[in-house]
């Protein structure tokens, strides 16, 4: 099984150029099954997880091709040779290694009528419920039940209607699933306290390129008239505002300097402005990003929540970057419950912190040292690794099939950047 090892000590300098958005990716490709004609994307990552959405779309009867510029093209046109009855099976050896195949749920059930869709797996960081998904569906006409681990739908008559949905609580695959099933549903849905993530608004972008009606983008409630059928287009999959923020804090706690190409700063809005905070010095283009760092940074105080708030996905690497800062900080996880996994690693490293409950209080110390660590979950990986990079000595991180699921040759762009990092079978 690979591993990264890092020898800490050496400062981020240089420039890269960030991937796609796996979690703009994910949904999009799972769009494809509700097209008429081919779906074309481009800038989509290659990680783990876009190949296993492909291989579960094949399963699905949808038709992949990559040609020579790296573009997927999705084909979902008719259900299966000669018209024979559509493949809805999505099946638990896929589905319970990527969270994000339950987005196939609402594309089938609105295209075929019909889906039988594995309850999903993915990383172990805490309760992530399909039933606020279950009970939108519902609403929109769909019968259905779970059974034997899996997600049984069908619609009588063959078509979803429009409903008024209110999510009790924010749900960036839930809005995203009923998005999609809406598209094709009889009808006007409305989609109250919908995410706002700028990975939702790529995927209402690209489905109104293929001929939805989707109103009231980038705010949280959507309304989507149904349409009789979506055709196919060709979308460019916007930049992964996760890795270009971990990237950025790997300049900061480096104490270097780092320029991202292709990036969206607007995304990132909240990381920007906590790592000003922390005293960087950022500047910003249209589609670059610049920050330079020459003190040890202040320590921030951190409470996640939905966009445009703290992203979850960002408080492992700025806990990394607290536990070297100038004095004590509060970091509060309001997302999920048990995403502070990789405290217990860090730990081994020399970090100081104290967890009670859903809050981590770090007290800065001077230096982390190196040590053999294990990554439990995609963004603690990534939280390791920037913490191997300001270890003293060397660091051994195990399990690093979590970050190759959302971070495209992460060894690569760091080496890039002056980090003393490779990858070891």
Not at 13 to 18: C, L, S
Not at 76 to 91: C, D, L, R, V
Not at 281 to 290: L, V, Y
Request: hydrophobic share 40%; net charge neutral.
């Amino acid at each position: 099984m690979d591993k990264l090892i890092i020898t800490g000590g050496k400062k981020i300098d240089g420039e890269i150029v960030i991937s796609g958005a796996k979690n703009a990716a994910l949904p999009i490709m799972a769009a494809g099954l509700l097209a008429s004609e081919s779906l074309i994307l481009s800038n989509v990552p290659h990680l783990k997880d876009v190949t296993t959405m492909m291989e579960l779309l094949g399963l699905l009867d949808a038709r992949l091709t990559v040609d020579e510029n790296m573009e997927i093209h999705i084909d979902s046109a008719s259900p299966g040779p000669h018209n024979q009855t559509p493949k809805i099976h999505a099946p638990y050896e896929l589905v319970k290694t990527m969270r994000a195949s339950i987005l196939v749920l609402g594309p089938l059930l609105t295209r075929f009528g019909k889906a039988h869709v594995s309850l999903p797996g993915g990383c172990a960081i805490g309760s992530r419920p399909v039933d606020l998904h279950i009970k939108a569906l519902q609403r929109m006409g769909a019968n259905i039940i779970v059974e034997n681990g899996y997600i049984c739908c069908d619609v009588p008559g063959g078509r979803l209607h429009g409903a008024d949905i209110y999510f009790d609580t924010v749900t960036v695959t839930g809005t995203e699933n009923i998005i999609m099933a809406a598209t094709l549903a009889k009808g006007t849905t409305t989609i109250s306290n919908a995410a706002r993530e700028p990975e939702v608004t790529d995927l209402i972008h690209c489905l109104n390129a293929m001929g939805a009606r989707i109103s009231g983008i980038n705010t949280s409630t959507l309304i989507i008239e149904g349409v009789e059928k979506l055709s196919g287009t060709k979308y460019t999959v916007i930049p992964d505002r996760i890795e270009a923020g971990t990237y950025l804090i790997a300049a900061a706690i480096t104490r270097g300097r780092i320029r991202l190409k292709k990036v969206v700063p607007s995304t990132l809005e909240a990381v920007l402005k906590a790592l000003e905070k922390t005293g960087a010095n950022i500047t910003c283009g249209d589609d670059w990003i610049e920050l330079t760092m020459s003190q040890r940074p202040k320590a921030i105080d951190i409470q996640t929540a939905p966009y445009p708030g703290f992203p979850t996905d960002m408080q492992a690497q700025i806990m990394v970057l607290n536990t070297i800062a100038e004095g004590t900080s509060t970091i509060v996880e309001n997302i999920f419950e048990n995403r502070f996994m990789h405290v217990q690693e860090l730990a081994r490293m020399g970090a100081n912190i104290q967890l009670h409950g859903n809050t981590a209080i770090c007290h800065g110390v001077e230096k982390l040292t190196g040590a053999p660590v294990m990554a439990t979950d995609l963004r603690a990986s990534a939280g390791l690794v920037l913490a191997g990079l300001i270890a003293e000595g060397k660091t051994c991180i195990e399990r690093i099939y979590h970050i190759d699921r959302g971070y495209e040759r992460i060894e690569e762009k760091l080496f890039q950047l002056n980090a003393n990092i490779n990858r070891q079978a």
